[in-house]
């Protein structure tokens, strides 16, 4: 069974701080995601990466994916307090797009 | 348009009541999907249909039971269910169900079901 382990699963902190959250799986995977939940509300994309060293960035928010080290990154940059929410990273499996989702990481940016 | 529309949005029902959620897209995607999610959890697969087949069902009581009458349409009839049934459901869809770059499962809104 394919397990994915996100920390810290809480993160408070000042409004132009920057920090880091971690992804890792326990089994081969070249393709995780991201997304973000708001309170009470549905799932929104963040980032698709599908390959080792692939690194994308979205305003203040950076991820990058290591395969060899079955690590993914979501580095937050001089955080502001519309960035609080739930953070989920999500690894699949073939043959299906069957999606394990990492415990998540809730994050409050605090003014 | 990325949408993936849910109804209704909240549910409340008894133990003894049938209901069915619903779930629409206009993509032309052909997987969808069902996730249950209970507070602070992430969401926890339930079915997966593939060209309108159901080609996963991670053993979900019966009470529950999908339907997936075309590519666009995806319900789930709820009957018999138990308190700890309550949750958010989610439904999400994509391309299809085989590995394809960049594979993104665009999810719903959700609808918040309590069962009394």
């Known amino acids: 069974e394919l397990k994915v382990e996100q920390n810290p699963l809480f993160l408070s902190m000042q409004e132009g701080k920057n920090y880091t959250i971690y992804c890792n799986y326990s089994?081969?995977?070249?393709?995780l995601y991201w997304y973000r939940q708001d309170p009470g509300k549905s799932l929104e994309s963040l980032f698709v990466?599908?390959?080792?060293?692939a690194v994308k960035q979205e305003g203040r928010l950076m991820a990058s994916l290591d395969t060899k080290a079955r690590l993914s990154t979501l580095h937050i940059t001089a955080a502001v307090h519309d960035l609080s929410a739930t953070y989920f990273c999500?690894?699949?499996?073939?043959?299906?797009?069957?999606?394990?989702f990492g415990s998540g990481t809730k994050l409050n940016v605090k003014p | 348009d990325t949408e993936v529309t849910q109804t209704p949005k909240h549910l409340v029902m008894g133990m003894t009541n049938k209901k069915s959620l619903k779930c629409e897209q206009h993509?032309?995607?052909?997987?969808m999907y069902w996730y249950k999610q209970k507070a602070k959890k992430p969401p926890e697969l339930m079915f997966v249909?593939?060209?309108?087949?159901?080609?996963i069902n991670e053993s979900v009581p019966s009470r529950f039971s999908p339907e997936c009458p075309n590519s666009s349409l995806l319900n789930l009839h709820l009957h018999a269910l138990q308190p700890e049934d309550s949750a958010l459901y989610l439904c999400?869809?994509?391309?299809?169900?085989?590995?394809?770059?960049?594979?993104?499962?665009?999810f719903g809104a959700g609808t918040r079901l309590s069962v009394l």
């Open positions: 990466l599908l390959s080792n060293g």
């Open positions: 999400a869809s994509s391309h299809s169900t085989m590995r394809q770059v960049g594979d993104i499962q665009y």
């Open positions: 999500a690894v699949d499996r073939v043959p299906f797009n069957k999606f394990y």
């Open positions: 993509m032309g995607h052909r997987a």
């Open positions: 089994t081969t995977s070249d393709r």
């Open positions: 249909y593939s060209y309108e087949k159901l080609s």
